[in-house]
């Protein structure tokens, strides 16, 4: 039951342009969306969220764009640089009134820069 | 930047034998969690911890599960008995509040053998 969804393994981008990552998830009841970067042999580390009352998030070089109705979100980055390169994880919870205790992740996606 | 430590980096047990996993959670935060990763699979969910109490569990967190927080710094994952399928990496993770992104230590692997 893959609650959350990223439907490309890996992506290739030439440093300098645009990489977008998409994520779909199946459960209405998710209302808190985040995006994990990780490095081999480190664990997952934050990078953006967004939450479901906003349908754009910015910081910096990354992007979350979120489509409730299409139940689909993506993460832009550009520029793209080589350090990028990072499996890029997708997850949701839901906050069930109070608590967002279990976040669910996607398979990821291994995002390669070229440079 | 205060960070979340886990040891060993790396565990190899024998099938059937316990095994404790260990965190240090950044000190400030009171929501702790355990996930595991699969070679080649997708991060799963094992448990949730907060106020000295599992808050929820996941399916593949069993009765050879157990999670404690011994003192006021540590939280551990014990494995009772463990199978050739536990093989994975673990990660703990800690929030400072509850809805607060998670901040991850760099992973446990466990080899079981």
């Known amino acids: 039951d893959q609650q959350v969804k990223q439907n490309s393994p890996s992506l290739s981008v030439q440093e300098g342009r645009i990489s977008i990552l998409n994520c779909d998830y199946t459960?209405?009841?998710?209302?808190?969306f985040l995006w994990y970067k990780k490095y081999p042999a480190e664990g997952p580390t934050f990078l953006i969220s967004?939450?479901?009352?906003?349908d754009k998030n910015e910081d910096g070089r990354f992007t979350v764009f979120l489509n409730k109705s299409a139940k689909h979100l993506s993460l832009h980055i550009v520029p793209s640089q080589p350090g990028d390169s990072a499996v890029y994880f997708c997850?949701?919870?839901?906050?069930?009134?109070?608590?967002?205790?279990?976040?669910?992740f996607g398979p990821g996606t291994s995002l390669s820069v070229i440079p | 930047e205060p960070e979340v430590t886990q040891t060993p980096s790396h565990q190899v047990t024998q099938m059937g034998q316990e095994v404790i996993l260990r965190c240090v959670p950044i000190s400030n935060h009171l929501y702790f969690y355990w996930y595991r990763q699969i070679l080649g699979q997708k991060v799963e969910f094992l448990v949730s911890f907060y106020n000295n109490e599992i808050s929820e569990k996941s399916e593949i967190f069993d009765d050879q599960f157990s999670v404690e927080r011994p003192d006021g710094s540590n939280f551990t994952l014990k494995i009772r008995s463990t199978k050739l399928e536990d093989s994975a990496m673990y990660f703990c993770?800690?929030?400072?509040?509850?809805?607060?992104?998670?901040?991850f230590g760099n992973g446990t692997r466990l080899t079981v053998t």
């Open positions: 459960n209405s009841m998710f209302d808190y």
């Open positions: 967004i939450s479901s009352i906003k």
């Open positions: 993770a800690s929030s400072e509040e509850d809805g607060t992104p998670l901040h």
């Open positions: 997850a949701a919870s839901a906050s069930g009134g109070t608590s967002y205790d279990k976040v669910i």
